[in-house]
Nanobody, 114 residues
């Protein structure tokens, strides 16, 4: 059974940082591309970033470029999202997803507030 578990969310002031983790069990991360998505209150889910298993390539939404960094540690079966210079509009529930599969985590909440 494949499971994804996110952690690392919390309450942070504008300009602050958080690092989210997505731990995958029941599967080898080596074989998966993984994405981070978020859903802000009252808004549609949007893609934030993803990391490819084939070439270690990364993609970022324009709204987070230069502030967020995605990385993966295949030995730890974990994907990270380092979020710096957080802004009010980054407030959302953040989810990781093994791309092209139905495997999603339960989400972790990020609240940016002064």
């Amino acid at each position: 059974q494949v499971q994804l578990v996110e952690s690392g969310g919390g309450l942070v002031q504008p300009g602050g940082s958080l690092r989210l983790s997505c731990v995958i069990s029941g599967a080898d991360l080596y074989y998966y591309s993984v994405g981070w998505f978020r859903r802000a209150p009252g808004k549609e889910r949007e893609g934030v970033s993803c990391t490819s298993n084939s070439d270690d390539g990364t993609v970022y939404a324009d709204s987070v470029k230069g502030r967020f960094t995605i990385s993966r540690d295949n030995d730890k079966n974990t994907v990270y999202l380092q979020m710096n210079d957080l802004q009010l509009e980054d407030t959302a529930d953040y989810y990781c997803n093994a791309l092209n599969t139905g495997y999603w985590g339960q989400g972790t909440q990020v609240t940016v507030s002064s």
